[in-house]
């Protein structure tokens, strides 16, 4: 690893790339986008399991802060967070652990946490690829998120590959814990389509997600292998799923011509499941 950090920890790949390398401007930066998200959004219960993108953040951020600002009721409960994202660099079969013993970002580092680790090196479909995880940006975008609207977390993040909706969801399964784990899926929806096309095809995976389908494909997702393993288990849990925001870059800060499409879904357990 550069920059002086140690092997054990992960170093930020796309700091002052996809969101701000200095401290107090990327901290400032999501108060502001948490402030607004916060400010436009109702009251509503905290949810078991998110969908999230993960563009720059001038791009896809305030889609992102819409779900985020939702955990604010949670802020000292929420104590570990499964995180699971799609390769783009790395073209790898299962679910990648990153090996390492923390996440750095420029507000600080966050523990990787160790006993999921050791549960999840159980399992045939996980493996271990520090290489799949050094470069890519669909984990690591959320981090920041995540270190402001919680109090204190331990991480487990896993990039995905190919995977089948049951792989990706035993994994769910072994780690879906209590009221102090939170789910993390991180994806954006459409690439590069003309903004009413992108509209059209991003409504109708919003209404797939919805319906908790397990067939999305990768044309209507990035990270439609995460995605489908949380519905999966969504649909067998009982889970009741809801879309908070659904924009893409034409909306925010892109031209119309070229677009990707961003949405952030809510998924809640019954109350009597999340005590």
């Given at each position: 690893?550069?920059?002086?950090?140690?092997?054990?920890?992960?170093?930020?790949?796309?700091?002052?790339?996809?969101?701000?390398?200095?401290?107090?401007?990327?901290?400032?930066?999501?108060?502001?986008?948490?402030?607004?998200?916060?400010?436009?959004?109702?009251?509503?219960?905290?949810?078991?399991?998110?969908?999230?993108?993960?563009?720059?953040?001038?791009?896809?951020?305030?889609?992102?802060?819409?779900?985020?600002?939702?955990?604010?009721?949670?802020?000292?409960?929420?104590?570990?967070?499964?995180?699971?994202?799609?390769?783009?660099?790395?073209?790898?079969?299962?679910?990648?652990?990153?090996?390492?013993?923390?996440?750095?970002?420029?507000?600080?580092?966050?523990?990787?946490?160790?006993?999921?680790v050791a549960a999840?090196?159980?399992?045939?479909?996980?493996?271990?690829?520090?290489?799949?995880h050094a470069l890519?940006?669909?984990?690591?975008?959320?981090?920041?998120?995540?270190?402001?609207?919680?109090?204190?977390?331990?991480?487990?993040?896993?990039?995905?590959?190919?995977?089948?909706?049951?792989?990706?969801?035993?994994?769910?399964?072994?780690?879906?814990?209590?009221?102090?784990?939170?789910?993390?899926?991180?994806?954006?929806?459409?690439?590069?389509?003309?903004?009413?096309?992108?509209?059209?095809?991003?409504?109708?995976?919003?209404t797939a997600i919805?319906?908790?389908?397990?067939?999305?494909?990768?044309?209507?997702?990035?990270?439609?292998?995460?995605?489908?393993?949380?519905?999966?288990?969504?649909?067998?849990?009982?889970?009741?799923?809801?879309?908070?925001?659904?924009?893409?870059?034409?909306?925010?800060?892109?031209?119309?011509?070229?677009?990707?499409?961003?949405?952030?879904?809510?998924?809640?357990?019954?109350?009597?499941?999340?005590?």
């Amino acid at each position: 690893m550069n920059q002086g950090h140690s092997p054990s920890i992960r170093a930020p790949a796309v700091a002052g790339m996809f969101y701000p390398g200095a401290n107090r401007e990327l901290a400032q930066n999501l108060a502001q986008m948490l402030g607004a998200a916060a400010h436009d959004a109702p009251e509503r219960a905290v949810p078991k399991a998110i969908i999230a993108p993960h563009a720059g953040y001038i791009y896809s951020g305030p889609v992102a802060a819409s779900i985020y600002a939702l955990l604010a009721p949670a802020r000292g409960r929420i104590s570990r967070v499964v995180l699971l994202g799609p390769t783009h660099r790395v073209a790898m079969r299962g679910l990648a652990l990153p090996g390492c013993e923390a996440f750095a970002t420029p507000l600080g580092t966050v523990p990787v946490d160790a006993e999921a680790v050791a549960a999840l090196r159980k399992l045939p479909q996980v493996g271990v690829s520090a290489q799949a995880h050094a470069l890519e940006h669909s984990l690591e975008v959320h981090v920041p998120f995540l270190q402001v609207v919680l109090e204190k977390f331990t991480l487990v993040p896993l990039a995905v590959g190919r995977a089948t909706p049951q792989e990706v969801g035993d994994v769910l399964d072994l780690l879906w814990g209590g009221p102090e784990t939170l789910i993390v899926v991180s994806s954006d929806l459409s690439h590069y389509l003309n903004y009413n096309d992108a509209q059209a095809l991003d409504r109708a995976t919003a209404t797939a997600i919805l319906a908790l389908a397990t067939d999305i494909s990768h044309e209507q997702a990035c990270g439609a292998t995460p995605v489908t393993g949380l519905t999966h288990v969504a649909r067998r849990r009982g889970l009741k799923p809801e879309l908070i925001d659904l924009r893409n870059s034409g909306d925010t800060a892109g031209d119309k011509n070229r677009v990707v499409g961003y949405g952030s879904f809510a998924f809640y357990e019954h109350p009597a499941d999340a005590r």
